[in-house]
Every structure is written in structure tokens, then in C-alpha cells.
């Protein structure tokens, strides 16, 4: 899509206002499925803790996709969708043994990355098909934040505790049907996650029963021009062929499973704001426009560099500029960037926000979160209307009068 359609969904809707281009989400998907074409039996389930609209669900489900789910909330929300519960996935970490056993219930695959809640479910239901979330230590690059799979890490049952866990599984006479890892975002080195990948396959050889193996996510998509990426392709031919010969080492045609979230939706997303009040100040010239963190954390949460475009005005002379939002607290989307010469009115664009932007948004200040639209096949689909004042006071219940004057 184009900066002039970008430009002119913003006028039709309104900013703030996320665009999502569902072409780019299709290739990315593609993308993967053709980088892993000589694994027979592949399985994408898209992580959708990054963009949960239930129309980005649905456009996922038309083109095959599985769902990976990290709460109960989210398993529903994916059932709405349509999702048949074989085709979702429940990998959370730190929650109930009640909020698994209900999601079990659904018939939904659960994962389990602890000792304590393994032993409980294998004790109560033998018979339940279980993956394991396995830890293994391995620090696969990126924001300290969003690594996750490095020695002080809270996911996942620690590969040196393989011993105990056999032990539990053999007590309990558990059905261990996957074994999972997922190291975090920001894959870097594709050397470090084929090593990571052999200590699962190492891993996956203490179980006998074992239909498939999930090797997560934490693709890295490109934020500015030549950023660096994941090559997914280099990974697709190393990986595809390794995992080929531990099938057949195996003994077995395993299912080889990805839950990808950033890769898929995080370069399909536009966040447009419009710019209320360019400030001169003895430092810096600060472009502050009709939204803040509340709508788009991640620059302040984890320093993420969003890309962002005046399309209002893309010809003019680049200047320097602090862009930031209205909240009352710090509130820097980006210092000294270099932007064509803005004006008040003008439509910023912000890039690679289709990822952990609307889905982290909230009503802080009191803010109404912003509208959604899917960009298909040429046009815009509204997909999330803007909030109203009595979103804001939904389930909120005053006081009556006269215990609020006392
Ligand atoms: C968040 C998450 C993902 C997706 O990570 P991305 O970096 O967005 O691809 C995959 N698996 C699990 C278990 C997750 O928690």
C-alpha cells in the first residue's frame, strides 16, 4: 500500500488510527511456508499476543494458520474467530493450574513450563496430550526484555532438569506429545538458534510418543532500511534439513511447528497520528501529535525505533525533530530524527506497527484507544471502531450521590 492511501484513510477515519496491509501479512506468511517447503509436514500458529483484532484472526485462519495463545482470554478470542480448538495452542507461563484445566476442557493443545504444574496435570489426567516447554539456556540476541530463553529466565523447565522431569513423566504415566522452546525475540544468529534447536532434538529423544516439535519464534523484522533481519531462507535450508534427519533418526515423521507473532503482522502496521503543535525550544523543535504511549508503548518501554514518515508532506527539506505525544509524563517516540519539514495538521506515519502496538495500548489520561483498519484488496475496512465516553465508563459504578458528598 501507499503513503497517498495511508494519507486518505486517515482522512476517512480519522487519527489516530492503525492501518494494517493484509497483503503484507499473506506474503510473510508465504514467506515462511516457502523457506520450510521441504518439511513435509509444517505448522505455522501465529502468536497473537502481537495483534489480537479477531479480523487479522480470521484473515490468518483463511490462509491456514494455527493460533499459539498465552491465556485463556486469548483461546477464547481465537474460538470467536473461528479457530477449531486443534489448531490452538495454550503456551502460558505462570498461570493456574484451574486456567489450564479449564482451557484443557476446550480441547485446545497445552503447554506446560514448570515442574510443579506438570506433576499436578499429569497426576490428575494421564491421558491429557501435554507439550513441554523447555528452557535451553540459550540467549538468542536482542532487548534484554524480550529474550527469554537465557539462564535467568522465568520460561520454561531448565534443559538440566531433563532428569526430574523423565521422572515425572514416567510416574505419572503422562502422554508428552511436543516438546517447545521459544528464546525470545530477536533472532539474530542463525548459527545460535540451530544450537538451541539440537539441545531440543536432544531433548526429544527422552520420549517416545512425541508428534511434534515447536521451535517458537523470535523472528527479527527489519525497523529502518538496511536493519538487520533473520534470514529466514538461510534458516528454512539449515534447519528443514536437519530436522528431516532427526525424523528419521526418530523413527518418526514429527510435525515441525512455529509461533511466530512480530514476523508475521509487525511491518503490515501504520500507525498515523496527526500533528497538533510544532514548539521551537532552545534545544530541539518538538512535533507533538494527537496521541502518546498510550496507544504506542514501545519506544518508551523498550526503546524501539519506529520508523516514521511525514505523508502529508514527503517532499520537503528533512529537519531535525523530538517527536512526542500528549501524555503528561515523559513521552519521546523519537529525539532528533530526521523528518521532511513538518506542519501542523500533517499525517505522521510511523512503521512496523502492526506488532505489540494496538495490542499493549490502553486508556491512560483517560485517552480513547484509537480505531483499527485492514487494508484488502484496495480498500479500507474499518475493523475496530474509535472509543466512545462510554467506553470509558463501562463498568465503572459510582458511588450513589449521597455517599460521595459525605
Ligand atoms: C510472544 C511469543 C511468541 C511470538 O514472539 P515474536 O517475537 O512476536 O515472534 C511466540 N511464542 C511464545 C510462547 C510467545 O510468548
Not at 510473510?28 to 484472526?57: C, E, G, H, P, W
Not at 522465568?154 to 505419572?172: A, D, M, Y
Not at 483499527?372 to 475496530?384: A, M, Q, Y
Amino acid at each position: 500500500m501507499q503513503s497517498k492511501d495511508l494519507v486518505q484513510l486517515a482522512e476517512q477515519f480519522g487519527s489516530p488510527l492503525y492501518v494494517y496491509d493484509a497483503e503484507k501479512i499473506q506474503s510473510q506468511y508465504n514467506r515462511l511456508t516457502k523457506a520450510f517447503s521441504k518439511v513435509d509436514k509444517l505448522r505455522i500458529n501465529y502468536a497473537m499476543k502481537a495483534l489480537s483484532n479477531v479480523a487479522i484472526l480470521q484473515l490468518l485462519r483463511e490462509m491456514g494458520s494455527g493460533l499459539d495463545t498465552v491465556s485463556i482470554q486469548e483461546v477464547l478470542l481465537g474460538l470467536h474467530a473461528g479457530y477449531e480448538p486443534e489448531k490452538i495452542f495454550y503456551t502460558p507461563n505462570g498461570v493456574s493450574l484451574e486456567e489450564i484445566e479449564e482451557v484443557t476442557a476446550m480441547g485446545v493443545q497445552i503447554n506446560i513450563d514448570n515442574l510443579s504444574i506438570l506433576e499436578q496435570f499429569g497426576t490428575k489426567y494421564p491421558n491429557v496430550p501435554v507439550c513441554i516447554r523447555i528452557n535451553p539456556h540459550v540467549m538468542a540476541g536482542g532487548n534484554a526484555n524480550i529474550s527469554v530463553g537465557h539462564i535467568d529466565s522465568k520460561f520454561g523447565i531448565s534443559v538440566h532438569q531433563l532428569p526430574h522431569l523423565v521422572r515425572i513423566v514416567e510416574n505419572t504415566k503422562m502422554n508428552i506429545v511436543g516438546i517447545h522452546m521459544h528464546t525470545g525475540s530477536d533472532i539474530l544468529d542463525i548459527e545460535v538458534f540451530l544450537y538451541a534447536a539440537e539441545i531440543l532434538f536432544d531433548a526429544a529423544k527422552n520420549f517416545k510418543n512425541l508428534e511434534f516439535l515447536d521451535f517458537g519464534s523470535g523472528f527479527k523484522v527489519p525497523y529502518k532500511k538496511d536493519d538487520i533481519e533473520t534470514d529466514i531462507e538461510e534458516l528454512g535450508k539449515k534447519l528443514s534439513k536437519r530436522f528431516n534427519a532427526f525424523c528419521v533418526e526418530y523413527g518418526k515423521e514429527l510435525t515441525l511447528i512455529f509461533e511466530p507473532g512480530k514476523f508475521l503482522v509487525s511491518e503490515a502496521g501504520f500507525f498515523l497520528a496527526k500533528v497538533n503543535v510544532v514548539k521551537q525550544t532552545t534545544s530541539t523543535v518538538f512535533a507533538g501529535i494527537d496521541s502518546g504511549f498510550n496507544h504506542l508503548i514501545r519506544p518508551m518501554f523498550y526503546g524501539s525505533q519506529h520508523h516514521i514518515e511525514n505523508i502529508s508532506h514527503p517532499k520537503g527539506k528533512e529537519r531535525f525533530y523530538s517527536v512526542v505525544g500528549y501524555i503528561c509524563e515523559t513521552d519521546t517516540f523519537a529525539n532528533n530524527r530526521k523528518i521532511a519539514e513538518i506542519k501542523e495538521g500533517d499525517i505522521l506515519c510511523f512503521r512496523n506497527a502492526g506488532a505489540y502496538c494496538f495490542s499493549m495500548a490502553s486508556n491512560y489520561n483517560s485517552r480513547y484507544k484509537p480505531a483499527e483498519v485492514l487494508w484488502l484488496s484496495g480498500e479500507g475496512h474499518l475493523i475496530r471502531a474509535h472509543e466512545t465516553f462510554e467506553d470509558l465508563l463501562k463498568n465503572q459504578i459510582p458511588l450513589p450521590v449521597s455517599a460521595a458528598t459525605v
